[in-house]
């Protein structure tokens, strides 16, 4: 097979050898249910084993560390705390000599309903940075419910204030739904409130199990974004970080020579996705736990038996990461938006188009143009008011 066929030129030009975030499933298991959850394995409690751990470790310690950026080690899937305190401690130690030679940064993202004072203590102890998955207000967080169906919010924000007790800087994530995208000021306004570092903000897609429920339409997306800048805006540049408006903020501010430089310096991140087997997932961990007949399960190596490194090497012998690269070349090529995206995910194509070399999607619409011509509207009402 030829270079050429295998889609290794576009994969050395697109595709970052080092990743910049590796994913950690420590168990697919979540305490939750939340009803819009893209999930496949969230009633499996099987925990990853030691073993695991200690491969991903050898892993990150053998990759080249030249760039003096550390890999962010994301623990994430289900819910990792239903883990138990014990056992992911057992998991970190492997890494703790890579976080002490600044190779590894830890992160997690919880619903934090489980949250301890000894899950505060691990926390501090291996400077975990925390993502909290919450809604809003608790009229606005009724999709996050437990497994008898009972609402999560109480429990969620009890956590919250566990952390601020202790004085652990978290973030928070938000998913957008038809019953909150009207809701922009209520909803920021509270996180606000809650003393969370940062915001995130997720317009709901259709992904992985979460196929059936509506999806927004772009004009009410564009409104939500442009309602979200103007609050930005009104705070200040020292009030809490709002990620997606920080990012536009960061591509605006650049000079066209940045702008071209970071264009053709450019690289996709892999995102290897670790599950507790040591399955290896590419492009986006969201695909991990899925199969399709055309793709199989989407794995492309185990680190038990090979090094992540050598799988994101071998990876452009992949079918979905060959049309992947089809779909970027594609993106760059028309779209006038492929300046500030560079591309945009890889799991959204295939949940939405059952393909992996569709250009435009749902998230591309609404998380990626919507918020750039959100800013031009935003903008025009400022130099006309």
């Not at 429920?213 to 564009?222: A, G, T």
Request: with cysteine; proline share 5%; charged share 25%.
């Amino acid at each position: 097979m030829t270079a050429s066929e295998t889609g290794e030129p576009s994969f050395e030009r697109r595709i970052a050898r080092k990743p910049r975030t590796v994913v950690v499933q420590p168990t697919g298991y979540c305490n939750l249910a939340c009803t819009y959850c893209y999930l496949p394995d969230k009633d499996a409690k099987t925990p990853m084993g030691l073993e695991v751990a200690g491969a991903v470790a050898a892993s990150i310690e053998a990759m080249d560390h030249s760039d003096g950026r550390p890999v962010d080690l994301v623990w994430h899937a289900g819910e990792p705390m239903a883990l138990g305190v014990k056992r992911f401690a057992k998991l970190l130690e492997p890494f703790r000599p890579l976080v002490d030679a600044g190779l590894v940064a830890h992160g997690m993202q919880t619903n934090a309903t489980l949250i301890t004072d000894t899950w505060i203590d691990l926390i501090e102890e291996h400077h975990i940075d925390l993502g909290v998955s919450i809604d809003g207000p608790a009229h606005l967080t009724v999709q996050r419910v437990d497994r008898k169906g009972r609402a999560a919010f109480d429990r969620i924000v009890r956590g919250i204030g566990r952390l601020r007790e202790r004085k652990v800087p978290f973030d928070v994530i938000s998913v957008i739904t038809e019953e909150s995208i009207s809701q922009t000021r209520d909803i920021l306004d509270f996180f606000a409130s809650l003393g969370a570092y940062g915001i995130g903000l997720n317009i709901e897609e259709a992904e992985g199990l979460n196929q059936d429920r509506p999806q927004l339409p772009k004009d009410r997306v564009q409104q939500f974004w442009t309602e979200v800048i103007d609050w930005a805006r009104e705070r200040g540049p020292n009030a809490i970080r709002v990620r997606e408006v920080d990012r536009l903020g960061k591509y605006l501010r650049a000079s066209p020579e940045e702008r071209a430089r970071r264009r053709n310096e450019y690289r996709v991140d892999p995102i290897p996705t670790v599950s507790v087997t040591g399955d290896v997932v590419l492009l986006s961990p969201e695909l991990a736990g899925h199969k399709a007949p055309k793709y199989g399960d989407f794995v492309a190596g185990n680190v038990l038996r090979q090094d992540i490194s050598s799988i994101i090497d071998e990876a452009h012998r992949l079918g979905y990461v060959q049309e992947f690269l089809v779909a970027l070349d594609t993106c760059e090529r028309t779209c006038k938006f492929y300046s500030f995206c560079l591309g945009s995910q890889a799991s959204n194509r295939f949940f939405e188009h059952g393909s992996f070399e569709a250009a435009e999607t749902g998230y591309c619409r609404n998380t990626e143009q919507a918020l750039v011509l959100a800013l031009e509207k935003a903008t025009v009402k400022e130099n006309t008011a």
